[in-house]
């Protein structure tokens, strides 16, 4: 403003104008320079800031390389908002690193639309989260059947990726969605590639994408065997793409040890594939079993009556805590006890009777952030102050 007094460390933005050559030389920069500063999500808590380096450029563009498998022939769209980590890593930067163009546009989202987008410009090359995907799962293969066949690979993140989305996307576009895994604090780092010859299994996000090294974790910090649940850390020592350090102005306890620690709960399968369980805040304790939230609410998305579930544990006197379901039916379906039975008795014989949920509330929304990821921790924020009103 005018007049107004700066700051110690502000610029007078008109004064530097006015005094700027018309032209200016290219600054050579070191890789450690920072390129921007990113905000993490907050699915658990308060967002914190993430300053991103110039050096992780390469590992972004790796990824567009190897696990999105972006190809010059390949019309690319990824409908995640430029303004989030994944949309800003690779809807922006990963392509251009690549020299392809990339596709933007600022309707809300809307199945109709984004199969009108993919119809008119002939998108090949698709990526985006879980949230969109059920939603076009929700809406049936006819509103989909005008790009049957079209798109040639299909990669899924921000959540993980429900198998009922997989098979679905198979049968019925003809195409393969494949689970990456990632953070603002990382970039995307366990991956199914499109690109590389792995095995694929259901409900596995993959393995580490080269550059990276894995390990999972007990609460000593010690590297855990195959099929031992723990954290999932990136091997600081042994992971040369890697460039996250620290939080911006703030301390960064997931960083020790020659590790950074995800907070992520995981297995590491014989093979040496990831298996996600779920976030550590978000595991729920039932009778001396651990439940992860993501099997609970992939069985339940099997249903032909859901178009989208959040699982939590509620607290219980007797259980230390109870699993809990929010459910989001499709058209055509309304919510009853009927139902209700029905849903619990499907997870019980799809998992265990220790997993299903004892309660199951049918919900028009769950609370997001603007990513699109399900915030657990508002659910079970909420169920804890109905009980203490009683």
Do not use: C
């Given at each position: 403003t005018p007049g107004q007094a700066l700051r110690d460390g502000d610029i007078d933005w008109r004064a530097a104008t006015a005094a700027a050559r018309p032209a200016l030389e290219p600054v050579l920069l070191p890789g450690g320079a920072l390129m921007a500063l990113l905000s993490t999500s907050g699915t658990t808590g308060s967002p914190k800031g993430v300053p991103v380096p110039l050096r992780a450029m390469m590992a972004f563009a790796s990824y567009m390389e190897l696990a999105v498998d972006l190809r010059a022939e390949d019309v690319f769209w990824n409908i995640a908002d430029p303004g989030w980590a994944y949309g800003l890593y690779y809807a922006v930067i990963g392509p251009l690193m690549l020299g392809h163009a990339t596709t933007f546009s600022e309707a809300g989202f809307s199945v109709h639309g984004l199969n009108t987008i993919i119809g008119q410009l002939g998108v090949t090359n698709l990526a985006g989260s879980p949230t969109a995907y059920r939603q076009?799962?929700?809406?049936?293969?006819?509103?989909?059947?005008?790009?049957?066949?079209?798109?040639?690979?299909?990669?899924?993140?921000?959540?993980?990726?429900?198998?009922?989305?997989?098979?679905?996307?198979?049968?019925?576009?003809?195409?393969?969605?494949?689970?990456?895994?990632?953070?603002?604090?990382?970039?995307?780092?366990?991956?199914?590639?499109?690109?590389?010859?792995?095995?694929?299994?259901?409900?596995?996000?993959?393995?580490?994408?080269?550059?990276?090294?894995?390990?999972?974790?007990d609460d000593q910090g010690n590297e855990l065997p195959p099929r031992t649940p723990g954290i999932l850390a990136v091997d600081l020592k042994q992971s040369p793409i890697m460039w996250f350090t620290g939080y911006y102005q703030a301390e960064t306890p997931a960083v020790a040890d020659g590790y950074y620690r995800t907070g992520d709960s995981v297995e590491c399968e014989d093979d040496g594939s990831i298996s996600f369980i779920g976030r550590s805040d978000d595991l729920i304790t039932s009778s001396g079993y651990r439940i992860g939230p993501f099997d609970v609410e992939s069985a339940l998305m099997e249903h032909p009556s859901v178009a989208e579930v959040a699982v939590i544990g509620v607290p219980d006197p007797e259980r230390t805590e109870i699993v809990k379901a929010f459910v989001i039916l499709r058209d055509g379906f309304e919510g009853s006890d009927a139902l209700a039975h029905e849903l619990q008795q499907h997870v019980r014989h799809r998992l265990s009777a220790h997993a299903y949920p004892r309660l199951v509330e049918f919900v028009v929304q769950v609370p997001k952030t603007p990513s699109g990821k399900v915030q657990r921790f508002l659910l079970r924020k909420a169920e804890i102050e109905k009980q203490a009103a009683g």
């Open positions: 076009i799962i929700a809406a049936g293969p006819a509103a989909s059947a005008g790009i049957k066949g079209q798109l040639r690979v299909v990669s899924s993140a921000g959540e993980p990726l429900n198998p009922e989305i997989a098979r679905w996307f198979a049968e019925h576009l003809q195409t393969t969605v494949l689970d990456h895994y990632g953070q603002t604090e990382t970039g995307m780092v366990v991956n199914n590639h499109h690109a590389l010859a792995h095995g694929v299994r259901p409900g596995s996000s993959g393995f580490a994408m080269p550059g990276y090294r894995v390990a999972v974790l």
